[in-house]
């Protein structure tokens, strides 16, 4: 299983970033794909889920700012992340069968 993170950065507060996690080594098309983060000094807090046939569960922190979603064609799962805030700042991480990570890519919200 190898998954790989891009479309962090640093962003002002209100902005939009696209963060996707491009997937290999797996029938992607079967997996639960979620979207974790870590904040500096917070444990892992789970984002964002969406299983097998697009179904999708949200953290109450992001609900109706975020929007998961995959393109099981391209292996690929997405986190839409629109008006961005400094609470937001985190690495955020791409999780397969809640069980194999990516390495993470960095968000940085400036207020």
């Known amino acids: 299983v190898q998954l790989v993170e891009s479309g962090g950065g640093l962003v002002q507060a209100g902005g939009s970033l696209r963060l996707s996690c491009a997937a290999s080594?797996?029938?992607?098309?079967?997996?639960?794909m979620s979207w974790y983060r870590q904040a500096p000094g917070k444990e892992r807090e789970l984002v964002a889920v969406?299983?097998?046939?697009?179904?999708?569960n949200y953290a109450d922190s992001i609900k109706g700012r975020f929007i998961i979603s995959r393109d099981d064609a391209k292996n690929t799962v997405y986190l839409q992340m629109n008006s961005l805030k400094p609470e937001d700042t985190a690495v955020y991480y791409c999780?397969?069968?809640?069980?194999?990570w990516g390495q993470g890519t960095q968000v940085t919200v400036s207020s």
């Open positions: 999780c397969a069968g809640y069980a194999s």
């Open positions: 080594g797996f029938t992607f098309s079967t997996y639960t």
């Open positions: 969406i299983r097998r046939g697009g179904s999708t």
